[in-house]
């Protein structure tokens, strides 16, 4: 089992960018895909991203794509959610997520692992 800690989460204007990070103990990141997952209020859970544990294959939803880049350090055991270009509709919390598989897209049935969660609001 692996503990996970996200950071990095506030407010921020429409168009400005914050960087998330997922920090891990108890055991190394190395063999996990690691996924980000977002939750507004009243709509169901979203997988955002994920990353293969080589870092050779990542996944973005639609609304993201050529906004959100995820990557991972797995010396520092900590993966990385850098969101640019940030809009209101981007606000939730947003979780990490660990899956004990080389790779797979962010399906939370595939994830076992989870953190806290941080809020992550977009507004002016």
């Known amino acids: 089992q692996v503990q996970l800690v996200e950071s990095g989460g506030g407010l921020v204007q429409p168009g400005g960018s914050l960087r998330l990070s997922c920090a891990a103990s108890g055991a190394t990141l190395a063999p996990y895909t690691i996924g980000w997952f977002r939750q507004a209020p009243g709509k169901e859970r979203e997988g955002v991203s994920s990353?293969?544990?080589?870092?050779?294959?990542?996944y973005y939803t639609n609304s993201v794509k050529g906004r959100f880049t995820i990557s991972r350090d797995n010396a520092k055991n900590t993966v990385y959610l850098q969101m640019n270009s940030l809009k209101p509709e981007d606000t939730a919390v947003y979780y990490c997520?660990?899956?004990?598989?080389?790779?797979?897209?962010?399906?939370?049935?595939?994830?076992?692992?989870w953190g806290q969660g941080t809020q992550v609001t977009v507004s002016s």
């Open positions: 990353i293969s544990s080589s870092a050779a294959s990542t």
């Open positions: 997520a660990a899956a004990a598989r080389p790779w797979t897209p962010p399906v939370a049935y595939f994830y076992d692992d």
